[in-house]
T-cell receptor, first 110, second 112 residues
Framework: EDQVTQSPEALRLQEGESSSLNCSYT??????LFWYRQDPGKGPEFLFT???AGEEKEKERLKATLTKKESFLHITAPKPEDSATYLC???????????FGTGTRLTIIP | DGGITQSPKYLFRKEGQNVTLSCEQN?????MYWYRQDPGQGLRLIYY???????QKGDIAEGYSVSREKKESFPLTVTSAQKNPTAFYLC???????????FGSGTRLTVV
């Protein structure tokens, strides 16, 4: 059974203070790891897909990296508009669905 | 613009009542999913469908039912058998197994 654990549950940063969110996973064979952003009361918005260890993806102030056991979402010089819950999910080979973590709630203080 | 439309945004259910949540997509995706989101818990899969006229139970299917008569539509019925239906419900679709999901904006269901 696929498992995803995200840490920390919540993170408060000052504007401009860089940090990282962690996603640890256990799968029989990784088909893809996905990062989403979710604002309160809205559906998750797709950010990145990573397929193999060593892969990196970037978008504005966000950078996602992947190892064989975990993924990191690095946020550089965050702004208040980056405040949201960030969700990590995995899909394994032979599995028809994504398995989600419980998310990290990120708050950026002006 | 292509996307997934969920309606209504807010829904109130009385005890013993069945309610249906709508999910429509114009992305031409084959696979569609229903998830339930509760505070402090990850998204939990209720039902999913890979093709028209076929669907499978997810992890928490009890008290729910679905249909997939058209590729574009995947409605979810919350029956009176679901004892704790108050939650945020998310519909999603996917073009292929290597890809992630596109989500709708969600329906918040409250029992009154």
């Amino acid at each position: 059974e696929d498992q995803v654990t995200q840490s920390p549950e919540a993170l408060r940063l000052q504007e401009g203070e860089s940090s990282s969110l962690n996603c640890s996973y256990t799968v029989s064979g990784l088909r893809g790891l996905f990062w989403y952003r979710q604002d309160p009361g809205k559906g998750p918005e797709f950010l990145f897909t990573l397929y193999s260890a060593g892969e990196e993806k970037e978008k504005e102030r966000l950078k996602a990296t992947l190892t064989k056991k975990e993924s990191f979402l690095h946020i550089t010089a965050p702004k208040p508009e980056d405040s949201a819950t960030y969700l990590c999910a995995v899909r394994s080979f032979g599995n028809e669905k994504l398995t989600f973590g419980t998310g990290t709630r990120l708050t950026i203080i002006p | 613009d292509g996307g997934i439309t969920q309606s209504p945004k807010y829904l109130f259910r009385k005890e013993g009542q069945n309610v249906t949540l709508s999910c429509e997509q114009n992305l031409n995706h084959d696979a569609m999913y229903w998830y339930r989101q509760d505070p402090g818990q990850g998204l939990r899969l209720i039902y999913y469908s890979q093709i028209v006229n076929d669907f499978q139970k997810g992890d928490i299917a009890e008290g729910y039912s679905v249909s997939r008569e058209k590729k574009e539509s995947f409605p979810l019925t919350v029956t009176s058998a679901q004892k704790n239906p108050t939650a945020f419900y998310l519909c999603a679709s996917s073009i292929a197994p290597n890809y992630g999901y596109t989500f709708g904006s969600g329906t918040r269901l409250t029992v009154v």
